[in-house]
């Protein structure tokens, strides 16, 4: 199994990057198991986790916060698939539960993010984006980009 959980201040183009391999990989299925959403390309056994509907907050700000209850269930049911590639991004895999179960490759996309919350009018309040700047602070990282083109450009290099 090969996971990688993407990680980045709000805005820096992790959600960008996900949509962009949702349709790189013609991963159109979704799915779930419990409560963990994921898009899937049966193919590849590629699973993009989140729930990329088109709405403003999408991607892993789509799932319940509850969802970690669910991580054990998943990685059972991955582990009866054949190599599963695991693919995330965001806050809500960003807790000690699903690192420490999942062991993820974490790439972090640099930057403050604001020119991205600026795109897409964000709402989120101060205390919201220095909260998850902190926790983005306290992980440490296996690979760093500057940018998510750079991310995007890793994964059909080196992953897919």
Request: glycine content about 8%; hydrophobic content about 35%.
């Amino acid at each position: 199994m090969q996971v990688y959980l993407v990680i980045g201040e709000c805005g820096v183009g992790k959600t960008w990057l996900m949509k962009k391999l949702i349709d790189y990989l013609e991963t159109k299925n979704r799915a779930k198991v419990g409560k963990v959403k994921f898009n899937l390309n049966k193919e590849k056994n590629i699973y993009i986790l989140g729930n990329y509907d088109g709405s403003m907050y999408e991607g892993s700000d789509k799932l319940s916060m509850a969802v970690a209850g669910d991580f054990e269930f998943f990685y059972h049911y991955l582990k009866t698939t054949n190599n599963p590639i695991v693919i995330c991004e965001g806050d809500r895999f960003t807790n000690k539960t699903f690192i420490n179960m999942f062991k993820p490759t974490i790439i972090k996309i640099n930057g403050d993010g604001s020119t991205g919350r600026e795109l897409r009018k964000s709402t989120q309040t101060p205390r919201q984006l220095k909260s998850i700047a902190t926790r983005v602070r306290n992980i440490s990282e296996n690979i760093t980009f500057d940018n998510s083109e750079k991310t995007f450009e890793f994964f059909q290099k080196e992953i897919i």
